[in-house]
């Protein structure tokens, strides 16, 4: 079954803490990306990648890492959370758009719902 | 900045009666607009798509309506299903930028049984 996977579901921490969340697909796809969704907010962008070692800001990067050593996997890294990062966060994945060959569609996660105290 | 508004933050139907959703944005420069549809503890995920060439897309009981001289997109549910209750995101692709995904504010639709 085609999917992204994001682990944990939950987690709740404290200031300070370094913590990853994890996300896995299995489609192949070439982009990846994180997003966080807050209440009169929808979904803002945090960081994608569009294939291998290329990550780039999305328009909140600030108190967040990514990674992207493996196709599949693109964990999203906080090194010291604060309680304004307390949000439910998606990762997605999507085929890359080049050329004539367009894709819009992306594919989201479950969700991974941090509290940060 | 917000580049997309969904200016009604919840929506409420009797089913088999139609739901219509609205966004407005600001940017004129996109290559598509696209809905998702969220439930709870679930991610969002793809219901309908229409391009900046078109004025109307269908899939079904999905019709999305663009008209571009007032920058307002909407998306009509026909008939109204209880199943249908959930968060709708409106979101687009800026143009030059296809691999990147604006989104909404998103609305909340309770189809009442």
């Known amino acids: 079954e085609a999917q992204v996977t994001q682990n944990p579901r939950y987690l709740i921490t404290v200031t300070g803490k370094k913590l990853t969340v994890t996300c896995s697909q299995n489609?192949?796809?070439?982009?990846m990306s994180w997003y966080r969704q807050d209440p009169g907010l929808g979904l803002r962008q945090i960081y994608y990648?569009?294939?291998?070692?290329?990550?780039d800001k999305g328009d909140v990067p600030e108190g967040y890492k990514v990674s992207r050593k493996e196709k599949r996997n693109f964990p999203l890294i906080l090194e010291s959370p604060s309680p304004n990062q307390t949000s439910l966060y998606f990762c997605?994945?999507?085929?890359?758009?080049?050329?004539?060959?367009?894709?819009?569609?992306?594919?989201f996660g479950p969700g991974t719902r941090l509290t940060v105290t | 900045d917000q580049q997309v508004k969904q200016n009604s933050p919840s929506l409420s139907v009797q089913e088999g009666r139609i739901s219509i959703l609205n966004c407005d944005y600001t940017n004129s420069m996109f290559d598509y607009f696209l809905w998702y549809k969220k439930y709870p503890a679930e991610g969002p995920t793809f219901l309908i798509s229409i391009s900046s060439i078109k004025d109307k897309n269908e899939d079904g009981r999905f019709t999305v309506f663009l008209n571009k001289s007032a920058k307002h997109l909407s998306l009509h549910i026909v008939p109204s299903q209880p199943g249908d209750s959930a968060v709708y995101f409106c979101a687009f692709t800026p143009g030059g930028a296809t691999n990147k995904l604006i989104f909404g504010t998103g609305t909340l639709l309770a189809v009442q049984p």
């Open positions: 997605a994945s999507k085929r890359l758009s080049s050329g004539r060959a367009k894709s819009y569609e992306q594919y």
């Open positions: 489609m192949n796809h070439e982009y």
């Open positions: 990648s569009m294939n291998v070692e290329v990550t």
